[in-house]
């Protein structure tokens, strides 16, 4: 199992928490995705997923639903 956190600008309201759980859900491998709605901030979410998910996936689906994936400061 692996889990990956994300950071998401855009996000207000409860739609958007759902549009982007369905978007990253329908990823293959993910098992789980939690949202924490932060209105006007960042939101983060949590993925849980039986295999490593690359970014530009995980990109795409957020952009899918109309959000945008705050990069990592690593």
């Not at 369905?22 to 979410?45: F, H, I, M, Q, R």
């Not at 990109?59 to 990592?72: C, H, I, L, N, R």
Request: with cysteine; aromatic share 2%; proline share 4%.
């Amino acid at each position: 199992m692996t889990t990956t956190t994300i950071g998401i600008t855009g996000m207000t309201c409860g739609h958007c928490v759902s549009a982007v759980k369905s978007e990253l859900g329908g990823l293959p491998g993910v098992e789980t995705v939690d949202v924490d709605l932060v209105n006007g901030g960042t939101s983060t979410a949590t993925i849980s997923s039986s295999a490593p998910l690359g970014a530009d996936s995980i990109d795409a689906a957020v952009a899918e639903a109309g959000y945008t994936v705050v990069p990592s400061e690593a």
